[in-house]
């Protein structure tokens, strides 16, 4: 029977997931931020009459530049670029689709209202936007110590 490895490979394999943690941690800081953005802007679109659905994706497209700009600054700390704001633009894209999917769902079939469906919406798209976030538009590039 194999004992435990007490390799340094071994030791690194069970610490791998701090850095990850960390990055989850001020992830839900900016993602915060850029949360209260898009509640904000979306409180203001229905009070001024705008419907669910547009009111849902202009408020989200708002807080999706202010999430790029404080993810690439402080989760991920790498300089911003083109190709990372449209990497990040497409991601945002595809939790657009579901914010606003989500937030006409919650708010048409439940008696949950609309503001309180967009929180459900935004809480159920933060995992989903971490994960492409740290696979695809932040991933580790060869050499890069300070990203996962």
Known sequence: MA???RTVAGRRRVTDW??????????????????????GCFTLALEAGIAIVPAATLSFMVGAVVNY??????????KRSLRGYLLFVAVATLGLILN???????????PVP???AKVIAIAIGFVFN???NVLVVFR?????????
């Open 100 to 110: 606003v999917t989500l937030t006409a769902l919650i708010a048409a079939h439940t």
């Open 18 to 39: 701090r850095p990850l943690a960390g990055k989850a941690a001020r992830y839900l800081v900016t993602g915060g931020t850029a949360a209260l953005v898009d509640i």
């Open 140 to 148: 580790a590039r060869d050499g890069d110590a300070a990203s996962i």
């Open 3 to 5: 004992g435990p490895d």
């Open 114 to 116: 609309p503001v309180l």
């Open 130 to 132: 971490f994960t492409l």
């Open 69 to 78: 700009w404080l993810s690439a600054r402080f989760v991920f700390r790498q």
